[in-house]
């Protein structure tokens, strides 16, 4: 199963593309794979994003395994700082 981070290409909220871009580089320098799907570019990844968070009104960053949820960004940041960021994952 593919991890996936659900971002948005298109967004006027700073603090927002600030945890898309801190989540994917954390992603790469610790060379963790993982797709990055823009929910600005189909509805469709939006409302799946939404589905398996299991809420309606989620925003990005969100992070999931398959169907699987892991967390968004404050969660993301949590396993770091704990040092389980792998468990989070579920890798």
Do not use: H
């Not at 299991?54 to 992070?63: F, M, V, W, Y």
């Amino acid at each position: 199963m593919d991890l996936l981070v659900f971002y948005s290409s298109i967004s006027g909220n700073k603090e927002m593309k600030k945890q898309q871009e801190w989540i994917m580089s954390v992603l790469s320098a610790k060379k963790i794979p993982f797709k990055a799907v823009d929910i600005s570019q189909n509805s469709d990844d939006k409302d799946l994003m939404r589905k398996i968070a299991g809420d309606s009104t989620a925003l990005p960053p969100q992070i999931c395994r398959g169907n699987s949820y892991c967390g968004d960004y404050t969660a993301f940041q949590n396993a770091i700082e704990e040092e389980c960021l792998e468990a989070f994952l579920k890798l």
